[in-house]
């Protein structure tokens, strides 16, 4: 049986600039995961990576110059919402990759939650690239924001991480994909809206699971740390100023599912849950 070396894989797999050829590999990896044919070099450190993969094939600009989801009505409408979506999910996978690389003394259920993490945004990748070649279009034809990968870059620290990546920014997702959805009904008629609409259902439900996961290794950290889960907000309020409280509905069911407690929710929405 050949044996593999997880860190210098999951480098090797985090750098790749292809897509197909990123998830070729991560999966050739995984296999061998589960098979538990691999060893670990604890002697080397986990490199800072001074860009994204993705920055082989796509255009990366200021986020704000990023194109508008407008009528998606449209195929150019529904394209640009798909491309969008693919871009997350694709950078989702290096993130749960990364966290695996990177927070290496903790321990195997972590490596294993991480993973299952990047098999499953590896699906949803591939789901929603398959939509997007059904429109005529692919991922990398338009331009993307690196604004995920900056967030990993500078949470370094795995409370950090935790708190930054699963508990804000995929939580966000939770909040943004019913609203996604909301818009779509309005043309559910269209046999591609149908589609998008079933793959966005799939991808909200699993990414529950993920935030969950988020939460655990979050509250993991801190008693690590010996600090009250409630710095949570000090490490957002410090990475992204002013979240909290919004006006606006959040997904109350999602994130309770997810492990956000009731005074957490009525610090983090105006509304009440």
Request: hydrophobic fraction near 40%.
């Amino acid at each position: 049986m050949a044996f593999m070396e997880l860190y210098n894989t999951l480098e090797t797999i985090l750098t790749a600039w292809d897509p197909r050829e990123k998830i070729t590999l991560f999966r050739d990896f995984y296999g061998t995961y589960c098979r538990g044919a691999f060893t670990r070099d604890t002697t080397a450190y986990p490199a800072v990576f001074n860009q994204p993969s993705y920055r082989g094939f796509c255009s990366v600009i200021d986020p704000k110059e990023v194109p508008r989801r407008t009528k998606l009505n449209t195929p150019q409408g529904q394209i640009l919402l798909l491309h969008a979506i693919a871009h997350i999910e694709y950078s989702a996978i290096d993130l749960a990759l990364d966290a695996v690389y990177r927070f290496r003394d903790c321990g195997e259920t972590f490596e294993r939650d991480w993973l299952e993490v990047a098999d499953d945004e590896i699906r949803h990748f591939e789901m929603i690239e398959a939509l997007l070649r059904e429109l005529g279009s692919y991922y990398g034809e338009y331009p993307v924001h690196d604004a995920l990968f900056e967030a990993s870059m500078r949470t370094l620290e795995l409370i950090e991480r935790m708190a930054v990546v699963p508990r804000y920014l995929e939580a966000n997702g939770l909040d943004a994909t019913p609203q996604i959805l909301r818009k779509l009904e309005s043309f559910k008629a269209d046999p591609m809206i149908q589609k998008i609409i079933a793959a966005l259902h799939v991808i909200l439900e699993e990414e529950i699971e993920h935030v969950r996961k988020g939460d655990r290794w979050f509250n993991e950290a801190c008693n690590d740390k010996h600090v009250e889960p409630s710095v949570y907000f000090d490490i957002i309020e410090r990475y992204y100023p002013h979240s909290f409280p919004r006006r606006v509905a959040i997904n109350c069911e999602a994130r309770r599912a997810a492990g956000f407690d009731s005074d957490e929710l009525e610090r983090i929405s105006l509304d009440k849950c």
